[in-house]
DNA sequence: CGCGCCGTTGATATTATTCAAGACCAGTGG
DNA sequence: CCACTGGTCTTGAATAATATCAACGGCGCG
């Protein structure tokens, strides 16, 4: 494998020209970069990394990312749009156990194996940018940096699936809901969107998954909330209406 | 800090003899060596290793390796005996999020963020090999074979609490412990004791709070599980009778 | 316009928790 | 050596939480 860039744009250029198409791809212009890269990366460490990145995806709603048994090559970071991770049980049960949002580094499960246990949906159109493992790490072993980073968003995976066995094992039906949507608040907010009123991109059903609850149970939750004045919703879109009373009831200080 | 190995040994000693205490501390000697190192390290690669090793403690049955908030400085491998994780929630509530035995990797949730948000005690009398984190990235970034397993043991975690997030979602209380006790003799197995045999470390308690359920539902499966002859208990020394049961049980193919 | 998925709500069933009492067991001190 | 004590474990009965079954309404897409 190359690494220099390959040259991908299928009309003419000069050198010195960067296709509106290339421009938007690379990490050092990317809207998400203060996620995906937090601390430390130089001008200099952006531009190789940029060459790293091997394929850019867009993914149509729907559409999966990976599925169980793929052989794994890569991780993937999600530019736009939002997905949803699943594990199965050798039975066909299906557990949620990932609502990502753009920033996120997908596959993370996927090194140890080799292969990918999970599966990876498109809940919405999305664009998915492909890092080879090899060539992350190459690049790691030349900037710190990087190294580093990189081994926070894995620390930072264990540490988000941590807390939601903290909250499947131990926290009642509306606890968990309040969790849910706090937590999706709080990234909302991160990523520049309004914290209190947003569109979920998963069914009650994929909700209940989620959370090990049934798709009946969330509804009714929904509901109860919503008569309880701490939120509003129609359909999908949510409205947060009382953060605080959301924030005891998920074991939270106010 | 020195990158050599610190003279520890209280006795006299020539430099060409090696006190048993000193030998024993090598992981290139190490019976967990497989475990801790799975693939890929040469000699030199593991005489590299040995010389990282800034601590090795010992820890009496209750003691705690780490606490919430205390700063993370390095990762802990479990040599000897067997530790328990705990993740905290802001209201007290408490999660046992782990259950290590020998050749485990303990602490990998607190690089992110740089200190420790959930806890660590030894379930037994334990021996632990702090590797600092500065200095395994340093020798990664030489050592290919290191990184990869380095990424590999973060993202075996990650794996393992995907499994268990099925496990505290999507099955019932029974299917769970079932599940529990086939995970241990797995563990078991692989390290060479009997996969069906075992004394349990933790407390009904204990394992409820693993597996998300009080300890009264827990006393009572494993007497269930006694008198439908799955498995034979005695206090915390179980045997598995019917394995293909268990597995069945736990929705694994027999 | 109609079909299929999605969401809501009610009635009922099941599962696990809670509350309570007592047995067991190991370690300690008289 | 034995009684005492605190923690752990077991078991039963009552209760609470959530799942299941069922019916229906609505929305979006073809």
Redesign the pocket.
């Known amino acids: 494998m190359a690494t220099h860039i390959s040259p991908k744009s299928a009309g003419p250029a000069t050198t010195s020209v960067i296709s509106i198409h290339e421009l938007k791809a690379r990490c050092s212009n990317c809207s998400m970069r203060e996620l995906c890269l937090p601390h430390g990366l130089d001008q200099h460490d952006l531009d190789q990394l940029d060459q790293l990145i091997a394929s850019r995806r867009r993914l149509k709603k729907g559409e999966v990312l990976y599925r169980p048994g793929d052989p794994f090559t890569a991780l993937h970071a999600l530019r736009l749009g939002s997905t949803m991770t699943t594990v199965l049980a050798e039975d066909g049960r299906e557990q949620v156990c990932g609502y990502h949002l753009p920033g996120d580094l997908l596959g993370l499960d996927g090194i140890e194996a080799g292969y990918h246990k999970g599966q990876s949906v498109a809940l919405e159109d999305s664009e998915i940018c492909a890092l080879p493992l090899d060539r992350l790490e190459e690049f790691a072993r030349h900037a710190p940096a990087l190294q580093r980073n990189l081994h926070r968003f894995l620390s930072r995976e264990i540490d988000r699936d941590h807390n939601m066995m903290l909250l499947l094992g131990s926290m009642?039906?509306?606890e968990r809901l309040a969790a849910f949507l706090l937590n999706l608040a709080h990234r909302y907010k991160q990523r520049g969107y309004s914290s209190t009123e947003f569109v979920l991109r998963m069914?009650?059903?994929e909700i209940?998954s989620f959370l090990?609850?049934?798709?009946?149970?969330?509804?009714?939750l929904?509901?109860r909330f919503q008569q309880e004045g701490l939120i509003q919703?129609q359909?999908?879109a949510v409205k947060l209406l009382d953060v605080t009373a959301l924030k005891q009831l998920a074991g939270q200080r106010a």
């Open positions: 009642r039906a509306e069914t009650r059903e209940g090990g609850l049934k798709l009946e149970t969330v509804s009714r929904f509901s919703t359909g999908r």
